[in-house]
Every structure is written in structure tokens, then in C-alpha cells.
């Protein structure tokens, strides 16, 4: 797959003030975009793959919204009792078993929770073409609908979690980096089961990449149903954590100040002096760890 990694996302300064003032109230709200047919049928399945003296991997796949075939990893550690479970999602062009996020899952694992992981739409096993991922010209619209599709998938994916009786479905949280934490706000926004949301590497006002064109109606359109800074606001009173990189040339540190501004309280944001893919995830991972030992 082709990617650009948000190489337009730069915001300058002296948009700040614009910036904050722009951010309206919509006409329509753009939380009733996500709504969907609960009771429609999963057609899931669950094969296991392996069963080690710690935890069972299992492969699983459901049917989401607009009839999506959706490809996942189970891991749950041994336990005679029902345990948390941490949503575990992928950045832009990787998969749910890219370097990162493997070791993310062995932390959790670790730690007694259990973890799911699955691929954004058009990624990993799910991949269909290999277009170019990009909000600001070329397949946009396509664009656009990798990430309601997967905001779909993951409101599945819980559907799915309330079927497993080795989880507990209300003690779930999530963990989502780049691509996957900006999904991740607007999942986590509208989804009250999500109990405990970590998003990394993330940020909102996506219609920046436009530059001067970023306040027209058309633009702000068009990002409505995908920007996080209209959702984060719905986490509360849920507590949300943020951990972004100081020095990230990919997603600019004021998109996510001006993210957490907007969220409500509770909230906690850490900051590492790193650029975006040098995250230190030895330190990233231990730290929502804690989050989600406290808050689940």
C-alpha cells in the first residue's frame, strides 16, 4: 500500500487563534453518522492457534457494518475469571501484527489483559487495493471510508467481546497509535462501552492539511464525520489518556494540545521528547498499562 503519512499536516502558528475559534458546533451532529444495526448478525468465527502456559491466540473474523469481512488476533491470558480486554489498533499502512503493536500486546499480556487486535480497513489481510491513502486529493472520499469503516468495524468488534465469556465486556479500554488513535477519539467518542481510552500519536482540526482552504464550508464538510476534535468532547466522564511525541514532524504537536484542550475532564496527556516513530513504547506502553490497571 501506498501512504502518505499526513506529509501535509503542517500548522503554523499564527493559525492558533483561527484555529480555536473555528472549531463550531455542527449543525447536524456528527455522532448520529455512526449509528448502526446492532442486532445484525456477526457471522463470527474463532479458530484457535496456538495455547501456551500464559495465554490462547486465537484468530477471529465478523461481519460489520456494510457487510465487511473483519480479520482479528484474540489473546487471553490464563485466568478462571473473566479479564479486561484492551482494543489494540495499528497506524497508517501497517497491520495488527506490525512491530509496534506486537510489542504492545506482549506488554498487556503480560499484565493479565486480554487483547484484541484487528486491521483497518484496507490493511494487513483486509487490504483490496492499493491505492494511495490521501484526505487532500486524489481517491479522498475512499480515503474518508477507510476510517468511518473502521470506526464501524471497532463498534463491531464489541458487539463481537460481548459474546467471549473468558472476557469481561464491561471492563474494556483501548489502545490505538497514529492512524489508529485518531480513529481510535472518534470510536471511543461515541461507544460508551469503551471504558478506558489511551490514544497516542494523534491529533485533531484534520482539515489543517488544506492550509488556507482548511475554514470553508466544503472543507469542514467533508472532515465532519473523521475529525476527532468534533467527537473527544463525548468521552467524558470517561477519563482519557494522551501520549504524544514532543517533536513530531508527522502529526503537529498543536493538533494535539488543541485535542486535549478540547476534551473534557478527566484527562491526562504525556509528553516524550521524541519524533513520531521514535516513541519510546518501552516507556509508552508501561504508562497505559497503569491507566488501565487503575481505571479498569
Known amino acids: 500500500m501506498k501512504t502518505r503519512l499526513f506529509g501535509n499536516y503542517v500548522v503554523y502558528g499564527i493559525f492558533f487563534s483561527v484555529i480555536v475559534s473555528c472549531v463550531s458546533k455542527q449543525e447536524i451532529s456528527v455522532l448520529k453518522y455512526y449509528e448502526y444495526d446492532q442486532g445484525l448478525p456477526l457471522e463470527d468465527s474463532i479458530t484457535i492457534l496456538s495455547d501456551s502456559l500464559d495465554y490462547v491466540l486465537s484468530a477471529v473474523e465478523y461481519t460489520s457494518v456494510h457487510n465487511k469481512r473483519v480479520t482479528g488476533l484474540l489473546s487471553v491470558p490464563k485466568s ?32 493479565g489483559l486480554a487483547v484484541l487486535r484487528i486491521d483497518i480497513a484496507n490493511h494487513g489481510d483486509r487490504q483490496e487495493h492499493d491505492y494511495d491513502f490521501d484526505l487532500t486529493e486524489g481517491y479522498r472520499y475512499w480515503t474518508r471510508d477507510i476510517i468511518t469503516q473502521t470506526v464501524f468495524d471497532l463498534r463491531r468488534s464489541i458487539d463481537f467481546l460481548d459474546t467471549r465469556k473468558e472476557v469481561a465486556p464491561e471492563r474494556i479500554g483501548f489502545f490505538g497509535i497514529s492512524l489508529g488513535g ?17 490514544i497516542a500519536l494523534a491529533g485533531g482540526n484534520l482539515s489543517l492539511m488544506f492550509g488556507l482552504d482548511a475554514f470553508s464550508e466544503d472543507t469542514k464538510d467533508f472532515f465532519s464525520v473523521i475529525d476527532p476534535i468534533n467527537f473527544v468532547e463525548q468521552i467524558s466522564p470517561r477519563p482519557l489518556l494522551m501520549i504524544n511525541s514532543a517533536n513530531d514532524e508527522i502529526i503537529a504537536p498543536l493538533t494535539s494540545k488543541l485535542l486535549f484542550k478540547k476534551a473534557n475532564e478527566p484527562k491526562q496527556i504525556i509528553w516524550y521528547p521524541s519524533k513520531h516513530r521514535d516513541l519510546p513504547i518501552e516507556k509508552a506502553y508501561p504508562e497505559s498499562i497503569k491507566w488501565f490497571q487503575k481505571q479498569l
Do not use: M, N, W
Not at 473473566?82 to 489494540?88: A, D, F, R, S, Y
Not at 485518531?182 to 489511551?198: H, N
Open 182 to 198: 485518531i480513529i481510535g477519539t472518534i470510536f471511543c467518542s461515541i461507544d460508551q462501552r469503551v471504558k478506558a481510552p489511551v
Open 80 to 111: 478462571t475469571e473473566p479479564l479486561p480486554v484492551i482494543i489494540l489498533l495499528h497506524g497508517l499502512g501497517d497491520r495488527k501484527t506490525v512491530d509496534y503493536v506486537d510489542a504492545g500486546h506482549d506488554y498487556f499480556v503480560k499484565s
